[in-house]
């Protein structure tokens, strides 16, 4: 016989299974009497519901009891939900009871993790996770891979994918058209498949994996393996905890063999327009040289975040001799051992080229012309990551899918309150080396509240350094520092405002990218993009992320202000977990689910 123990002074009558259980049963309760104003006063007034298309086929954060009563009063006899359950036994800790549950909406079915406090809700995550009779062909439903008895019909698997590849984008249209095939456009490739929506992945360069092969030679991801699962297919247990370039490049291109996923290399899309009259996009590609038509009903642009380079106009940049390249086209360092390199940036690219530029017995000068953010890597996977992204993770519970939820949970508003304590134990721990690039000269931030380095990456998605080593380099002198803006280069020299002239063979723009709306005003146009907006950052007000408050990133993953046109990117965590829900959304339209948008993105500011 099996007891359940109760903590000291508490029962199972008031524990924390029997709390959720009865708070989920009176939600459901008023859900079902249409009770608005009763659902809603089971939240606390400072409160959270965060979902994730289940409830609102959008991205969308509420806040308060108000916030709440608008989303149910729009949505709720749509919806429909019931069937709220636990999915494992609540736990308590600070007084707030945490639950994992499931639940099922008029057309899918959905998991969530709700906290409370007080008796009410604090944060409320819901995510739909399956569309009912559209569910993937996975565990107990996988496909049979093969016809038993005699047909005289019969394909095999080869000839089955041959016809389609022959047929897509030819005979048969795309439902889908993805633009750039990087890990974002695989892995939602990979979800449409799943789903059974009919979709093509372009990209313009040869073999999937190709934009991680032709960068420089020293990169690696700065994110553990924990964290950058792909979809349906985890790394090998024996995969190193910093990918190297070719090494996820490989992983990639088989991933995209593995998952059958219709992946054109070659392929570059030229222009694309929408007809509000036929519901489609004509998209012209050229494949391997050759122009193309194609008609998709919907239209992805999978670019990324680091997809479209900013570089800067500087008078004298058609005189100067000697090279000169946005970081994201940097060769590496083997053909400037012994030259005079100037490096303009200091975040993640210009320390990691001034690095490998260094280690090649180049003289290598970082030009810093604004604050950059510092974190030590192995201090970021101890305290920042570890409890979420790591072995010890692993070997508590908590898979990458449990972690993906819980971080999805914490809702916007206040995840800088969460993170300002971790980031006061990284300086803590890690002074002496603040302390030597200060005195080196470096001028350092912790982002403009002290929260670090993941809310300057959802902010702004620059602005800092994971630091592998190359920060010893500035702080030791052995990588010069000058800062100040540039403002000319001559023939053979970088000068910057304040007169300073740095000698220079090379120099190196690591000067980031630019808004991914910049994708849609070149292939579209401007007026496009501009109905769309701003691309990233959550309205925070804090430097380049201007407010209002948004609450989500703007026009990720979600509906926009264009018809049938979205965004999709981010690093890999992102790049897996949302596009389950971008797949979702795009399943629904292909089957003709009704997707009414609560919420849908507002326009603030247009780059």
């Known amino acids: 016989m099996t007891q359940t123990l109760e903590p000291p002074g508490e029962t199972a009558a008031d524990g924390p299974q029997r709390r959720v259980d009865t708070w989920f049963a009176a939600f459901e309760g008023a859900l079902a009497a ?11 007034t400072d409160s959270y519901w965060r979902d994730l298309v289940a409830f609102t086929w959008n ?15 729009a949505v709720l006899d749509g919806v429909d939900p019931s069937g709220f359950r636990t999915t494992e036994p609540p736990e308590e800790a600070g007084g707030v009871t945490t639950a994992w549950f499931e639940f099922e909406t008029s057309v899918g079915r959905g998991k969530g993790l709700l906290r409370l ?29 093969t016809e038993h008895g005699a047909n005289r019909e019969r394909l095999t698997w080869l000839e089955r994918r041959q016809r389609e590849a022959e047929d897509l984008g030819s005979t048969t249209q795309p439902y889908v058209l993805v633009v750039g095939g990087g890990q974002g456009g695989i892995a939602l490739g990979a979800r449409l498949r799943q789903l059974g929506v009919p979709a093509i992945v372009i990209d313009k360069h040869a073999r999937p994996g190709d934009q991680w092969r032709g960068r420089y030679k020293s990169l690696c991801l700065h994110d553990p393996v924990w964290y950058d699962h792909l979809p349906y297919l985890k790394f090998p247990e024996n995969w190193p905890v910093f990918s190297p370039k070719d090494k996820i490049g490989d992983w990639l291109e088989s991933y995209t063999t593995v998952m059958e996923i219709p992946y054109w290399g070659s392929t570059v899309a030229t222009s694309a327009t929408y007809s509000e009259e036929t519901a489609e996009w004509t998209v012209e ?14 239209l992805v642009l999978a670019t990324g975040m680091s997809g479209k380079p900013n570089i800067p106009s500087i008078p004298g940049q058609d005189v100067f001799r000697g090279d000169q390249h946005h970081s994201s086209a940097h060769p590496g360092p083997d053909a400037y051992a012994g030259k005079r390199c100037v490096v303009i940036g200091s975040n993640n690219s210009a320390f990691d080229i ?8 180049a003289d290598v000068t970082m030009v810093q012309r604004s604050s950059t953010h510092i974190v030590k890597s192995d201090t970021l996977m101890d305290i920042g990551l570890g409890d979420l992204y790591s072995e010890r993770a692993v070997a508590a519970g908590v898979t990458t899918e449990k972690a993906d939820m819980i971080f999805a949970s914490l809702p916007y508003r206040i995840l800088h309150e969460f993170q300002i304590p971790l980031y006061d134990q990284m300086r803590e721990r890690d002074q002496d080396f603040y302390d030597r690039l200060e005195k080196a000269g470096f001028d350092l931030d912790w982002g403009d509240d002290g929260s670090g380095l993941f809310m300057k990456y959802l902010r702004r998605g620059s602005g800092y350094y994971i630091d592998v080593g190359a920060a010893d380099l500035v702080a030791d002198g052995e990588v010069k520092l000058a800062k100040g803006q540039v403002v000319r280069l001559t023939q053979d020299a970088v000068v910057l405002e304040d007169g300073t002239t740095l000698p220079a063979d090379l120099v190196v723009y690591a000067t980031g990218y630019g808004s991914m709306n910049g994708w849609a005003a070149d292939l579209i146009s401007q007026e496009v993009a501009d109905k769309v907006g701003k691309v990233w950052g959550l309205g925070s007000d804090t430097t380049k992320d201007p407010g209002p408050w948004e609450g989500e990133q703007r026009n990720m993953w979600k509906p926009t202000q264009q018809e049938a046109l979205w965004f999709h990117g981010g690093n890999l965590h992102q790049s897996r977990h949302y596009s389950l829900y971008l797949a979702l959304q795009l399943k629904a339209r292909l089957e003709g689910i009704p997707t009414p948008v609560y919420g849908l993105q507002e326009v603030h500011h247009t780059s």
């Open 34 to 44: 249409r009770d608005v104003p009763k659902a809603a006063a089971m939240f606390a």
């Open 59 to 73: 991205i969308r954060t509420v806040e308060g009891q108000s916030g709440v009563a608008d989303l149910l009063g």
């Open 117 to 145: 406090r007080d008796d009410v809700a604090w944060t409320f995550l819901t995510t739909l996770f399956e569309l009912k009779g559209h569910e993937e062909p996975r565990g107990a439903a996988r496909p049979m891979g």
């Open 285 to 298: 590609v050229e494949r391997e040289g050759k122009p193309l038509t194609l008609r998709p009903k919907q």
């Open 354 to 361: 001034c690095g490998a530029l260094w280690e090649h017995g």
